[in-house]
């Protein structure tokens, strides 16, 4: 394994694929350039209909005629040129195509693609007999990784062939994940043997999913510059801070209860006064893929275990005695050969998981370097009055949506990081002392494509140190990725921020396609006077711009939250 540097991240690879990523950004203005084009394919494919069945064209036309369209749609991408080639082969079959033929014909592309590639990748010779026990690790976590991708752009080729109009929310969702899940799995091999191997095998599925991606994102824009919300499910309302006026009555007597009134499924205690001594016997117990919530009540104690909610496993609900009364702890960390993404000592993947008064940590300390208390890539994850402790990399909301309320968070380097599109609302952040040499940065963000819908948005938050902190900088961040996107809103910053307020990843600048903000924030960090001169920094943003990182656009909160059980405040 290469030696580490105080970070425990930074190395000459990755500086490298940042500055190459870099190039990309030149084709981000065929976005707005081709937008138009995409446009007119979509009236001419509505309006065009019934002329088409008058005036039947040759062969040779329809071919010519679906590869233009083709070309236009991939000229849309952050990848034209792979667009065109994987999609070409279909236009030969001379059928006109409208642009959701040619969206769900990519999602066929990119699936056809990392199936090979994964065959391909953990079949090859260079991985038989592989001494490299941080490699194997590596190889380890990225099957797993692939595995979730394959599920979620089958997810999205199943919403796009009954209806694309209904579900553009989900669909960004979803192949912003799989996108995520296959960078994860290249960024595991850094600093191992073959740590080139991933991301060229890997090179196609991830342009062809960035192509999805690309596409769906257009022809949403597109639609709603036509004509507004076609087809969009209807938003309800609800008052600040308040329960939400559907939320039902049982829902609103949970809240409520104390965790011990609640009619649970399963008890789990340590002192043998629950039916189960142990939260893995107990999940062992849930149902798979249930539509009704699971409630366990794990009461108060330590909890020696590292915990999975599987992917099978839906609607779970895990309660507590309380923050710092129900705690669940262990220590994997990277030092000691576990990749980033396994080191977690609560690891959630089902959908719909909701936990209530718990405690995360990882006890491995500062000198292990990455080590996770928390990770979740279970879309609309919620976690309510909990903690979070640890030093580096302490909350890892990697993927999908989710929503922390009044939760407290400790932690120092990159302590709240990954690439979920997230609301962190009323919570504690609380930066401690680091590592000698080490400076504290409170978020990395890690949006590698502009399409994606991700980013970490901090509102109604106190940012205030554990401890002294005298002598130590900290930051609200440093981007992680090229399109890094992280927001602070009407928080209390306290006094101990840096004024520069972010730190760069490499060198002394950042990339001009990141997106950060601050707005309305409070306290004596939240002076933006001396802030860095990035191009990315917006200090001056208005309210509709700000509101778009808010619950109910950002995570489409007000959809799923209230089925939580969960207070939320929807906008600004």
């Known amino acids: 394994m290469a030696s580490l540097n105080p970070w425990g991240k930074l190395d000459e690879v990755q500086n490298e694929r940042l500055m190459a990523r870099r190039k990309t950004r030149k084709r981000i203005a065929i976005i707005a350039i081709s937008s138009i084009v995409l446009v007119s394919i979509i009236v001419g494919a509505v309006v065009g209909g019934v002329s088409n069945n008058k005036n039947k064209t040759s062969q040779n036309d329809n071919v010519s005629s679906t590869a233009s369209t083709i070309r236009a749609v991939c000229n849309l991408t952050l990848y034209p040129d792979s667009c065109i080639s994987s999609l070409s082969p279909y236009a030969a079959k001379g059928n006109s195509l409208k642009p959701q033929d040619i969206y769900k014909m990519s999602i066929v592309v990119a699936l056809n693609e990392l199936s090979g590639a994964s065959d391909k990748f953990f079949k090859s010779e260079n991985f038989k007999d592989i001494n490299d026990p941080a490699a194997a690790k590596a190889l380890e976590t990225c099957h797993e990784l692939l595995s979730l991708a394959f599920d979620h752009l089958n997810d999205t080729l199943s919403v796009a062939e009954s209806s694309l109009l209904d579900a553009f929310d989900d669909l960004r969702t979803w192949l912003s994940s799989a996108a995520t899940y296959q960078q994860t799995c290249i960024d595991s091999f850094e600093n191992v043997t073959l740590s080139k191997a991933a991301g060229q095998n890997f090179k196609n599925s991830t342009e062809y999913t960035s192509n999805s991606l690309a596409l769906i994102s257009s022809l949403e824009n597109s639609i709603t510059s036509l004509g ?12 600040n801070d308040q329960y939400p006026s559907w939320l039902s009555s049982n829902d609103r007597k949970l809240l409520q209860k104390s965790a011990a009134k609640i009619k649970v499924n399963v008890v789990v205690a340590r002192d043998g006064s629950g039916k189960y001594k142990t939260i893995k016997a107990a999940l062992k117990a849930a149902p798979e893929k249930s539509k009704k919530r699971f409630v366990i009540y794990v009461k108060k104690g330590i909890y020696k275990e590292n915990v999975r909610i599987e992917k099978t496993k839906w609607n779970i609900m895990i309660i507590g005695d309380g923050k710092d009364a129900t705690i669940v702890t262990g220590n994997r960390n990277f030092i000691d050969g576990t990749p980033t993404f396994q080191s977690a000592t609560f690891a959630v993947f089902g959908k719909g998981f909701v936990a209530r008064d718990i405690g995360f940590v990882n006890t491995a300390g500062a000198a292990k370097h990455q080590a996770v208390a928390l990770m979740s890539t279970a879309d609309e994850s919620v976690f309510y009055r909990c903690k979070m402790e640890a030093f580096q990399d302490t909350l890892y909301p990697h993927s999908n949506r989710q929503f922390y309320r009044e939760c407290d968070i400790y932690g120092t380097v990159d302590f709240i990081f990954g690439n979920s599109a ?29 399409n994606q819908n991700t980013g970490i948005s901090i509102q109604n938050c106190t940012v205030k140190p554990w401890g002294n902190l005298t002598g130590i900088n900290t930051f ?17 910053l306290g006094g101990f921020i840096h004024p520069t307020g972010w730190m760069p990843w490499v060198g002394t600048t950042a990339p001009n396609t990141i997106f950060y903000a601050e707005y309305k924030n409070i306290g004596a960090g939240a002076n933006t006077k001396n802030r860095v001169n990035w191009k990315g920094l917006k200090l001056r943003l208005t309210s509709k711009i700000v509101s778009k990182f808010t619950v109910k656009p950002f995570i489409q909160g007000d959809k799923w939250l209230p089925a939580a059980g969960v207070p939320f405040k929807a906008g600004l």
């Open 422 to 450: 997230v609301v962190l609302q009323n919570c504690n952040i609380r930066p401690r002392k680091p590592m000698s040499g080490q400076q504290n940065t409170i978020t990395a963000q890690g949006k590698v494509d502009p």
């Open 476 to 492: 609200l961040g440093r981007p992680w990725k090229n399109y890094s996107t992280t927001v602070f809103m009407q928080s209390n």
């Open 228 to 239: 507004g919300a076609i087809g969009k499910r209807r938003l309800m309302g609800f008052g």
